[in-house]
T-cell receptor, first 114, second 115 residues
């Protein structure tokens, strides 16, 4: 158990809809990262938050947004969903916002767009 | 453009023998490297990491070797055990040079340890 909690585990919805994925980091970790794993792709970095502030952005679509709340949990919002958004979405956390430190991953949310 | 590459999609090894998983990278700014293990329906689990100032890091049965000139790293598992059967991901970041510690992942190698 990594200590990172993601909900829900599975989400099935239709094109054009909007969903919210939730992540609670490990106790004491200030950074939260979101990654997407599509079929036959490695994990792709989407966005990082550190102590409530956006820290780094990867190839995140404009239809996607995220935030980190004062209690440090984070939400990833995906809107105007397309079939290609079907993927595993992982959240990870680390103690600080930079430097050499490993990230610890949750078990992911599997999003299926019908 | 895949900046971290794992060219072997799968590897089979006998129990008790050494498993060697390989990883190549193209970005010379990478200075922190990690290996993760992933079981089905679970998230990646951190195994071991190495900073670019070192060429070897050891933790129990796991050793990571870094060859900066070749932009190559490898994970050695000795002795291999059936419970090691999983998908192994190599990852890298520019944590030291730029402060950005978002990870770039390879596509994974599926290790099967045969009892």
């Amino acid at each position: 158990d990594s200590g990172v909690t993601q909900t829900p585990k599975h989400l099935i919805t239709a094109t054009g809809q909007r969903v919210t994925l939730r992540c609670s980091p490990r106790s004491g970790d200030l950074s939260v990262y979101w990654y997407q794993q599509s079929l036959d792709q490695g994990l792709q970095f989407l966005i990082q938050y550190y102590n409530g502030e956006e820290r780094a952005k990867g190839n995140i679509l404009e239809r996607f947004s995220a935030q980190q709340f004062p209690d440090l949990h984070s939400e990833l919002n995906l809107s105007s969903l397309e079939l290609g958004d079907s993927a595993l979405y992982f959240c990870a956390s680390s103690q600080g916002g930079f430097g050499n430190q490993p990230q610890h991953f949750g078990d992911g949310t599997r999003l299926s767009i019908l | 453009d895949q900046q971290v590459k794992q060219n072997s999609p799968s590897l089979s090894v006998q129990e008790g023998r050494i498993s060697i998983l390989n990883c190549d990278y193209t970005n010379s700014m990478f200075d922190y490297f990690l290996w993760y293990k992933k079981y089905p329906a679970e998230g990646p689990t951190f195994l071991i990491s190495i900073s670019s100032i070192k060429d070897k890091n050891e933790d129990g049965r796991f050793t990571v070797f870094l060859n900066k000139s070749a932009k190559h790293l490898s994970l050695h598992i000795v002795p291999s055990q059936p419970g090691d059967s999983a998908v192994y991901f190599c990852a890298a970041s520019e944590a030291e040079q730029t402060g950005a510690n978002n990870l770039f992942f390879g596509t994974g190698t599926r290790l099967t340890v045969i009892p």
